[in-house]
């Protein structure tokens, strides 16, 4: 069965500091990856979703960047940290055929940045 | 555009009572995929239904059950006797054929009371 996770699960980090959050699907190959962000009181916001490996769309221009050096290995990054940027993050995956199906989702990293 | 809007921000019952949440779209396409998931205090999203654009028979799962009206673009959600378990926020979201995007609402929170 597949399977994905998501680490840290909590972070506290300073404004200006750098951030690196990872994600990993088990279980099944070539899937799409999503990362979302959900900010106090505020719904799921797309950062960034990739078909393949090194493909990167990005939804929200911001000091956030995302990679996929492999094929199951979804990084979000920044390499400095805004207060705006505190958050609950959400990496997810579904299957590539026709991209319609359900999402399914980590369990999420808790980002405060002081 | 696409969007999902979900009016209710926080709802509270009492446990037994039945509970309809709200969801409205938006989308010039015509095919479309709707979902609904919810998301406990533990923070992951679980995918609770998916509904395609060219179904628009309810769906009734147990105590959960769907009405989606093209007519008024909505996809309302319905738990009938409602339990102290079903306390979590749930999300609405859109997919459109041919993206990869999956577009949520801002969730509505619901309050079960025992």
């Known amino acids: 069965s597949q399977t994905i996770h998501q680490w840290p699960a909590t972070l506290v980090q300073p404004v200006g500091s750098p951030l690196s959050l990872e994600c990993t699907v088990e279980g099944t190959s070539n899937p799409n990856l999503y990362w979302y962000r959900q900010a106090a009181g505020r719904g799921l916001q797309l950062l960034f979703y990739?078909?393949?490996?090194?493909?990167i769309s990005s939804e929200v221009p911001q000091n956030l960047s995302a990679s996929r050096p492999q094929d199951r290995q979804f990084i979000l990054s920044s390499k400095k940290l805004l207060l705006s940027d505190s958050g609950f993050y959400l990496c997810a995956w579904n299957f590539v055929s026709g991209g319609a199906g359900e999402l399914f989702f980590g369990e999420g990293s808790r980002l405060t940045v002081l | 555009a696409q969007k999902v809007t979900q009016a209710q921000t926080e709802i509270s019952v009492v446990e037994k009572e039945d509970v309809t949440l709200d969801c409205v779209y938006e989308t010039r396409d015509t095919t479309y995929y709707l979902f609904w998931y919810k998301q406990p205090p533990s923070g992951e999203l679980v995918f609770l239904i998916r509904?395609?654009?060219?179904?628009?028979q309810n769906e009734i799962s147990g105590r959960y059950s769907w009405n989606f009206q093209k007519s008024t673009s909505s996809f309302n959600f319905t738990i009938t006797a409602s339990q102290v378990v079903d306390s979590a926020v749930y999300f609405c979201?859109?997919?459109?054929?041919?993206?990869?995007?999956?577009?949520f609402g801002t969730g509505t929170r619901l309050k079960v009371l025992a």
């Open positions: 979201a859109l997919h459109t054929s041919g993206t990869y995007k999956y577009i």
């Open positions: 990739s078909v393949g490996i090194g493909q």
């Open positions: 509904r395609n654009s060219f179904d628009e």
